[in-house]
Nanobody, 127 residues
Framework: VQLVESGGGSVQSDGSLRLSCAAS????????MGWFRQAPGKGREGVAS???????TYADSVKGRFTISRDNAKHTLYLQMNALKPEDTAIYYC??????????????????????WGQGTQVTVSS
């Protein structure tokens, strides 16, 4: 099982970036997927999550600015980030867990519930 993020970079405030996460080695379509981020000196926080059938959940800090989506045929997860702010600067990670519900009914942004992580991609937003 592997997750590989791409698409990070440096942008100015109000700019946009699109992150991608390519998945391999498991039944991607059935998995619950999430994006997390970690800023310097801070803990890891959940940004967005999406169920196997495409229902999203967002952190309050990114609602209306970020959009999570998935292409099950391409085994790829996306995060479209618009109206970026300096406080969005962080390393962004994608993560996977077998399901969002059932025996895996943990909070959507509980990092301990995700058993597979990518290596992360840096996003830097300057004012």
């Amino acid at each position: 099982v592997q997750l590989v993020e791409s698409g990070g970079g440096s942008v100015q405030s109000d700019g946009s970036l699109r992150l991608s996460c390519a998945a391999s080695g498991y039944t991607y379509a059935s998995y619950c997927m999430g994006w997390f981020r970690q800023a310097p000196g801070k803990g890891r926080e959940g940004v967005a999550s999406i169920t196997s059938y495409g229902m999203p959940t967002y952190a309050d800090s990114v609602k209306g600015r970020f959009t999570i989506s998935r292409d099950n045929a391409k085994h790829t997860l996306y995060l479209q980030m618009n109206a970026l702010k300096p406080e969005d600067t962080a390393i962004y990670y994608c993560a996977a867990r077998p399901a969002c519900g059932g025996v895996y009914s943990y909070p959507r942004f509980a990092s301990y519930a995700y058993n597979t992580w990518g290596q992360g991609t840096q996003v830097t937003v300057s004012s």
